[in-house]
């Protein structure tokens, strides 16, 4: 279990809340190729160490919301509200 800190709810049990996965900037829909859309919906990186992931609190606020998460020891610093 790994416990989440909603900005809004507060510390969260993992099976409230939905991971949305990496935060990866959006292409520019009018100048973006093929491959860059490819990339950017399907293509993450999922390295064992920080990455910066959207949550959605689906159990409670139902906001998003964006963490830094070290995927190897599951440590969480910095929230935001989106």
């Given at each position: 279990m790994i416990v989440v800190?909603?900005?809004n709810c507060g510390p969260?049990?993992?099976?409230d809340l939905r991971n949305c996965g990496e935060l990866v900037p959006r292409p520019d829909p009018s100048t973006a190729?093929?491959?860059e859309w490819r990339e950017y919906l399907y293509m993450r990186k999922n390295p064992a160490d920080w990455v910066t992931e959207?949550?959605?609190c689906r159990g409670g606020c139902r906001r998003y919301f964006t963490i830094e998460r070290n995927t190897a020891t599951n440590e969480i610093r910095g929230q935001e509200a989106s």
């Open positions: 800190p909603c900005p969260r049990n993992s099976g190729s093929l491959v959207t949550w959605y």
